[in-house]
């Protein structure tokens, strides 16, 4: 091993001095020897920049101290302030919900009324076929009445009107039940929507009890990637509270008309009904007058009838004494131109024109003249048979045409006594006997005496 072998494997901080017999070589590293004044500022150096880096770590130290309890201070305190967030929008969640909630039962007691006023209007509507169909009968048994009796009378106006009412209340009872589905309709909308906000509230609200009953010990907390994000389809705290408010201002709206509406139904439904039975009461009591008009008119016709009979029995009667009477003024007009011919016989002289010759010439002519007035008279008393005869037929054939109006009308009145049935009509008593129902078809309470 050479020695140059040897001073590279001994350190660089050392010096070597190789001695040899008579002199001494000195070896030293071919690096910067540092001056005594440079390793005195190098000491004083390392001794400063130890004292800062100690002054550094106790500074790091305090503030790492003051900073961990700041952290921990202000950590507790935002978690606090989180929870109280958490607990008043949970409380503010909790307060909408109930709102909401008692709006969503309003609606839902609300619907369950304007349903059972609309059921009853639909009833009322379909009881309005039992009317209909009665006038209909009436109508057309009334259209069946023969000759002059087939004329626009009270009563048949009165039904006509009331026809015409039924129709109308059809129609409005037909509105009413639109506008009522209508409302239903949007009811049930809003029904729905406000199910949504109490379901969508409810599980808020679930969903913040629980993030409120979680802490940092809790298990199932970990990281998650950006957790800070805007949620997809998120909106503000405002336009939360704007939509909020108009749901619930929405429904309000919707409730604020619907006593309205089920007032209207219920106010047609009876002034409906109302208007129906006034005019079947009136309809009624025109079908009865007629009866007792037409009774009366019978009557007199049967009388008138009786006296025609009675007349004509007369002029029969009178018409043969005048064709007595004229074969008897026929012999003797025979028997004076018998004479007055027979006496034309005369011979000469005899043959004059004395006084029995113009008596009988006389006789003759008042004969001739009597039996001419007989005549005349006998024509005259058959051409008033004649008419009497014609205006008895006539007479017969109203009064048939009268008994069959008659009949008619009564078989009317007794159809109208379907409308007096069933959950809708009139509730009056029908008279019990045939004595009483004559008495209330011919209204003739007030002219039987009371005993």
């Not at 305090?62 to 967030?85: F, K, M, P, V």
């Not at 349903?115 to 009322?124: I, M, N, P």
């Not at 008042?366 to 039996?371: E, N, P, S, T, V």
């Not at 017969?396 to 045409?401: A, F, G, S």
Request: with cysteine; glycine share 2%; aromatic share 6%.
């Amino acid at each position: 091993m050479t020695v140059e072998d040897g001073a590279k494997r001994v350190s660089n901080n050392f010096e070597f001095h190789i001695f040899y017999y008579n002199r001494v070589i000195t070896l030293e590293k071919p690096l910067q020897h540092l001056a005594l004044s440079d390793w005195n500022a190098r000491v004083n150096q390392l001794r400063n920049v130890a004292d800062a880096r100690r002054s550094d770590a106790f500074t790091i130290r305090h503030s790492s101290r003051t900073l961990r309890n700041e952290t921990r201070i202000e950590g507790d305190w935002t978690n606090y302030e989180t929870n109280e967030a958490l607990a008043d929008r949970i409380a503010e969640l909790a307060r909408w919900r109930e709102t909401i909630a008692r709006t969503f039962e309003r609606i839902v007691r609300e619907m369950k009324m304007l349903e059972e006023e609309k059921a009853s209007t639909e009833r009322e509507l379909d009881a309005m076929q039992t009317p209909i169909s009665v006038i209909a009968e009436c109508l057309t048994m009334r259209d069946c009445r023969l000759g002059s009796e087939l004329t626009y009378d009270e009563a048949d106006t009165e039904i006509k009107n009331e026809l015409t009412i039924v129709e109308n209340n059809q129609r409005l009872l037909a509105d009413q039940c639109q506008k009522a589905w209508e409302k239903l309709s949007r009811l049930e909308e809003v029904k729905f929507k406000l199910g949504l906000e109490v379901g969508n509230k409810t599980e808020a609200e679930e969903l913040d009890v629980a993030q409120l009953d979680l802490n940092k010990f809790a298990a199932n907390i970990t990281y998650k990637p950006d957790p800070t994000r805007n949620p997809k389809n998120c909106c503000t705290y405002q336009g939360w509270l704007e939509h909020t408010k108009n749901v619930k201002q929405m429904a309000e709206n919707e409730l604020a008309d619907t006593y309205a509406i089920r007032e209207a139904l219920f106010v047609c439904r009876e002034k409906a009904r109302n208007m129906l039975i006034t005019q079947q009461e009136r309809a009624e009591h025109s079908i009865r007058k007629r009866i007792f008009e037409t009774q009366r008119a019978r009557n007199e016709l049967q009388w008138q009838q009786m006296k025609m009979k009675e007349e004509m029995e007369k002029a029969v009667c009178e018409i043969k004494t005048l064709e007595q009477a004229l074969r008897d003024k026929t012999d003797g007009l025979k028997l004076a131109e018998t004479r007055l011919e027979n006496r034309a016989q005369r011979s000469g002289m005899e043959l004059c024109l004395d006084e029995a010759h113009e008596q009988l010439c006389l006789e003759v002519q008042k004969l001739q003249a009597i039996r001419r007035r007989l005549m005349e008279k006998i024509d005259e008393s058959k051409a008033n048979y004649n008419l009497l005869e014609e205006h008895a037929q006539k007479i017969d054939i109203d009064l048939e045409n009268k008994q069959h109006s008659l009949m008619t009308d009564i078989r009317a009145l007794d159809l109208r006594q379907r409308l007096k049935g069933g959950e809708f009509g009139q509730k009056q008593t029908s008279p019990t006997t045939q004595t009483d129902r004559n008495i209330v078809l011919t209204q003739m309470e007030q002219e039987i005496p009371k005993n």
